[in-house]
């Protein structure tokens, strides 16, 4: 029916059995056809397809999404990449949740770009990413975006192309000024004192009981940051660290300008040269989000308390 390999379709429900009924379907047509299938979405409702699939859930990857995708600037190359480019020579089908009732204020704008920026990151591949939608639990202005993420929309009964879609708009709408914080520590770096940024970073983290591994990470995603202001951003910035709800948040701020949407949402093999600090901190961070424009660009890792 559609042209583009590459197939995005929103899928608007209205509770447990409509759920069900929708995404079973759609895994046992893939299964049938010799497709890979893998389903990533909340653990409520990854039981109830398990539940429903009976022993064909042994023939599907199933995720957490809470968990795998807890920020969404890592659930294109962490778990839909990951999953599509082990099967490259096969049509792969995908369920991707990852905008839920529960998700914050804050997590929401980056979960929206992320559903934009998939259609950017798969065109001209041989994989359908089915990515269902609470109408009873979400927004309207959820369900707007996502008719303007997803140039394919299904329910029920029906599946009809979106005269809403444009993934760039989305994507540039919010782009916006992050909320400035109250109380922060914060340090002015250059190529003379980038281990200060580590440090400064540790501390503070330290103080809010990070400790051991997760300590490490918020180093190394700071250290990451850090190296690409330098690299990319002027050769300088300021590292601000502070808490907030709970969540500890580090953002580096410099005279970049970030211009590839999908810097930081690429896999990388480690064999190859080049910068892969963006991604880096997605992979370690628990949100990430960005503001850039020409000559200023801020970019916030957060870090959920233990």
């Not at 204020?105 to 269902?132: D, M, S």
């Not at 303007?148 to 009964?157: E, I, K, S």
């Not at 700071?222 to 690299?231: P, W």
């Amino acid at each position: 029916m559609w042209a583009e390999p590459f197939v995005h379709p929103a899928l608007f429900y209205r509770g447990g059995g409509e759920y069900v009924s929708a995404t079973t379907a759609f895994i046992r047509e893939g299964l049938a056809a010799g497709e890979p299938v893998a389903v990533a979405v909340p653990p409520w409702n990854l039981a109830l397809i398990e539940a429903e699939l009976g022993a064909q859930a042994s023939d599907v990857l199933l995720l957490d999404m809470t968990q795998a995708g807890r920020n969404p600037g890592r659930i294109i190359p962490g778990v839909l990449r990951a999953f599509a480019d082990r099967h490259l020579d096969r049509h792969v089908r995908i369920i991707g949740e990852p905008i839920w009732a529960g998700r914050t204020a804050t997590e929401y704008p980056a979960c929206a770009q992320h559903e934009a920026l998939i259609n950017l990151a798969f065109t001209g591949r041989r994989v359908t990413i089915l990515c269902p939608y609470d109408l009873a639990g979400l927004t309207d202005e959820v369900i707007r975006e996502a008719a303007r993420t997803h140039p394919v929309l299904r329910d029920a009964t029906s599946e009809w192309a979106s005269d809403d879609y444009a993934p760039e708009l989305v994507v540039e709408g919010h782009n916006r000024p992050l909320d400035e914080p109250g109380k922060f520590a914060s340090l002015s770096f250059d190529h003379t004192n980038l281990s200060a940024v580590r440090t400064l970073a540790a501390q503070e983290a330290t103080a809010l009981g990070f400790h051991g591994d997760r300590l490490d990470d918020i180093r190394l995603a700071v250290a990451e940051l850090g190296a690409n202001s330098l690299d990319h951003g002027g050769g300088s910035g300021v590292l601000r660290v502070w808490a907030e709800d709970d969540r500890l948040v580090c953002e580096v701020s410099d005279a970049g300008h970030i211009t590839d949407p999908l810097v930081g949402r690429r896999p990388v093999d480690p064999r190859d040269a080049g910068s892969r600090g963006l991604l880096i901190v997605n992979l370690l961070s628990d949100l990430v989000r960005v503001h850039t424009r020409a000559g200023a660009t801020a970019i916030r890792a957060y870090f959920v308390l233990p």
